[in-house]
């Protein structure tokens, strides 16, 4: 008789990923929203995983050969509550948090998250200005729920759609899920006010690069601002190339030989992409280019993994475990102290070094995983 196949069982996302409880300061001061890193940049956005799973397999994000049906996804006891999330939030935006961004994973597979967007809705900023609350989904579920999502109090969505043929889509996600349900539910989010909508593809040179004008002709004139992602070297898994990446200059000349553009100055600080507007007025384009255009110099993103472990940088490979802090019983101030502290220690410049450096990692080190903390 065979002997049973030997399971095979990869380490749940916190085993690997345990991050140190956080120094709590003794002197606690109150949050005077104006906290800056040591490269002077200010704490202005936070992206919240709600998820580690997704129903999608991106091959830039969370490729199948390591995602597979063995995986061990984190176990609903160890992801935030809603009422974690939102308390934690609050520390945040006293510190001058003015956007929350919902990431996972997919983030619309975490039920009810309706409720929890709901909840963030009622915060305010120091000034008593209402927060810019947006999300990035894969589209698969938007359709169905992007009345809910506005109702509960999200502002806009960014939908990530890496081409419009359904063979190259495939290609990039490793599902069989058809282009025309994302642009279902793209539609129905600029239906009910989800806006404005930003689309996201991910060029990878070789892969989907031959859909990036199909891609601007679609959404030329839409309303929706379609940016260009460089493939980047994140995580662990994805087996990352150079050779892979297109970088975004070759994207916008693409584009310009068919429609041509003008550059366009960033609209905010701390903005991801750079802005292009085409000539004849159908509309904006962007590009984010983290390996050939670093824009670590004003980075004001923090990063929080589905069961509370603080990033400072997409590419970082330790977390600062905020959720031992909110089951420890420690108080608001004591923990609003500590993210101070995090963050004012703060010197991650990583796709500026990776320019300078190369893209290796110390020994022993592994990036963390985009699924796990969000894009
Ligand atoms: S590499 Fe890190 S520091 Fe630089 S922009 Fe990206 S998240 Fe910010």
Redesign the pocket.
Known sequence: MNDPKPVRTIAVADLRYRGALPHIPDLLSTPSGQLSDRLHRPLRDLRISVTDRCNFRCSYCMPREVFDKDYAFLPQSSLLSFEEITRLARLFVAHGVEKLRLTGGEPLLRKNIEILIGMLAELRTPQGRELDITLTTNGSLLAKKAQSLKDAGLRRVTVSLDGLDDAVFRRMNDVDYPVADVLRGIEAAEKVGLAPLKVNMVVKRGTNDQEIVPMARHFRGSGAVLRFIEYMDVGASNGWRMDEVLPSAQVIRRIAEHFPLQALEASAAGETAERWRYVDGAGEIGVIS?VTQ???GD?N?ARLSTEGQLFL???ASQGQDLRGLLRGAYSDEQISAAIAHIWQARS?????LRSAQGAELPAGQRRVEMSYIGG
């Not at 991650?348 to 500026?352: A, G, H, I, L, V």
Request: aromatic residues 22%.
């Open positions: 983290s670093a824009f670590c980075c993103r940088c997409l590419f991650d410049r990583y796709s500026q």
